[in-house]
């Protein structure tokens, strides 16, 4: 009669085949039974594929990556995803204004932007309080900014008196310099702005897109070219190759709100196929490749459209009809927008059709909408009228604030009232 085979007995590459079956929360668990299996799932092996499927944590994107403050390792994404799903966050209101603004905000490295009225503020994540270690750049500010691109050491600002402010950030020390200025770059508000290797793109509300030479070289007050959209210019992006640029507008012309145009010639490349609503403006868009472009904007969806076809290949509502201001990505699998009710962010995983979780990011006074955020692997960066929030989803003791359960059940509960009223 053979000695019974035991589990911890087993050569550790065949215990490595037979927890690769396991689910997160098994190995956690399997990891307390002793030392043996504490040291093998311990190590990254176990890890790598199920680091690649969740949400948020995947860190699957360089570009994402480049914004993670810090990077989360391996056995600890699929702990700070769950979080991110079931509501588990310590709330923290970094910055807060008396004045009402419609603010901006831009996530780069350990630095996370916010522009509001005649303000320009960087907040060092490292060093909290973060208020306290704030960069404040207010020189040569005469006019509210309205969107501002940080890439490199430059940061441009589009202004509601039709200017663009260019600002070089020190090497050596955290001073930002003025650089130069373009006074009259267009006729009124400056309602988008980016920046390639090669130009510099701006768009306004008196309906037209224009192309200027980039920043390192002199910067003339003649620009390179300008497409006239005939309508108010909300939003525009350059896709990662640099060859082509998103441009959204309010919808209320003849022309589709979404048009595709190329920067070498200028011209409009790609005609996206779609039935547009009169009024169906595209307030944010996020190129999460060269062939995938999300946008979102008054129509309250979420919309991902793939360039090699021009179509729109999927569309995600927003769960309470609200309009969307504005629009992040892990360029992988994520997406949170936020929204016009309450301080109200959604999270979104683009291989589901429902909605992960939502944040609201102010319960004292819920009116606002959420006019700019961002995010990495394990916070959450939301600008209101009057605050400027961060909600950290990397703990072990939090409290779950599972609102998407709360919203689901109000929906049955009136349906069932819609159904007793039929009745």
Known sequence: MTDAWRLDTLPSDVLILIFDYCHAFDLVRLSEVCTRFYDIISEDTLWIKKSKQPVVTNQAAKTFRERCDPLVCLRKKWHVSQNWQYGKYEKKVLFSHK????????????????????????????????????????????????????????????????????RIKSRCNERID????IDRAHSCDVNAVDETSKAIISGSGDGTVKIWGPVGQRILNLPLATINIADRVWSLSADPTSKRVAIGSAGN??????????????????????????????????????????????????RKWDMRTGTCVYS???????????????????????????????????????????YFLNLCRMSSPVYGLSFDSSHLYGATDQHLVELTFSGYSY???NYKEILNYEQVRLNWNNANWTV
Not at 119 to 133: M, V
Not at 178 to 181: E, V
Not at 336 to 345: D, E, S, V, W
């Open 316 to 358: 995600w509502p927003d769960p309470t009809d609200a309009t969307l201001y504005c629009l992040s990505s892990d360029y992988c699998y994520s997406m949170i927008a936020g929204t016009q009710f309450n301080c109200k962010t959604v999270l979104w995983d683009q291989r589901q059709k429902n909605y992960v979780q939502l």
């Open 178 to 181: 003025f650089y130069c200025s």
């Open 399 to 401: 409290k779950e604030t």
């Open 99 to 166: 004045i009402k603004l419609m603010p901006w905000v831009q996530l780069t490295g350990d630095i996370l932007w916010w522009s509001g009225g005649y303000q320009l503020r960087g907040f060092k994540r490292s060093k909290p309080p973060y208020e306290r270690n704030s960069i404040l750049v207010s020189n040569n500010i005469r006019s509210d900014i309205c969107k501002f691109i940080v890439r490199n050491e430059c940061i441009i600002t589009g202004h509601r008196d039709g200017s663009l402010q260019f």
């Open 253 to 302: 012309s003849d022309n589709p709100p979404l048009r595709i145009f190329d920067l070498e010639c200028y011209s409009e490349c790609d005609i996206l196929k779609h039935n547009w609503r009169r009024g169906a403006g595209v307030l944010d868009m996020v190129w999460d490749n060269p062939h995938v472009l999300l946008t979102c904007g008054y129509d309250t969806y979420i």
